[in-house]
């Protein structure tokens, strides 16, 4: 009797397996033929410019104040040593608080610009998956081996160039 339920339940699970149909997708070859990426790369490109050269303003500013006191501190008294000292040293959290605050401005700026795109890459593999019939969608680079037929990228890539116009 327990053989027969076990033979029963893979027949079962067979056939239910034999409903799944999986393709493939490479979303990385998506991403890089798409327009509206190339556009967003090159805005975070240019906000990340900004960004360093005002960076590279206030790290000037610093370095201007450490020399002057370099020059400046044999003719200085303790109490205005001390002054400048903690005007560098506060100078020098500012930048370093900045270089942190840029990096997390960075970050948002990067989601936030990629969080459209994404959407349409998604948008169109659904599409496809619909007409299709598919159950999943997996991208080719979490496998170690798709048949080819099995892979919708060009499908999903003329879908998603209709997303982009």
Request: charged content about 30%.
């Amino acid at each position: 009797m327990k053989n027969v339920l076990a033979a029963l339940l893979m027949v079962l699970s067979f056939g239910a397996m034999s409903q799944v149909k999986i393709g493939f997708v490479d979303t990385q070859r998506l991403l890089d033929t798409m327009p509206s990426r190339k556009v967003a790369i090159q805005q975070y490109q240019d906000h990340e410019k900004a960004l360093r050269d005002e960076l590279t303003v206030i790290g000037a500013e610093l370095q201007k104040m450490y020399e002057d006191y370099e020059k400046k501190q044999g003719d200085m008294t303790p109490v205005l040593r001390q002054h400048a000292e903690k005007k560098i040293m506060d100078k020098q959290r500012v930048v370093e608080e900045r270089q942190q605050s840029m990096q997390e401005e960075l970050q948002a700026y990067g989601e936030e610009l990629n969080k459209p795109i994404l959407a349409k890459v998604q948008k169109a593999i659904a599409v496809i998956s619909e007409r299709q019939k598919l159950s999943m969608v997996v991208d080719v680079t979490s496998t170690l081996y798709h048949a080819a037929e099995m892979n919708i990228t060009n499908v999903v890539g003329v879908e998603l160039m209709k997303l982009e116009k």
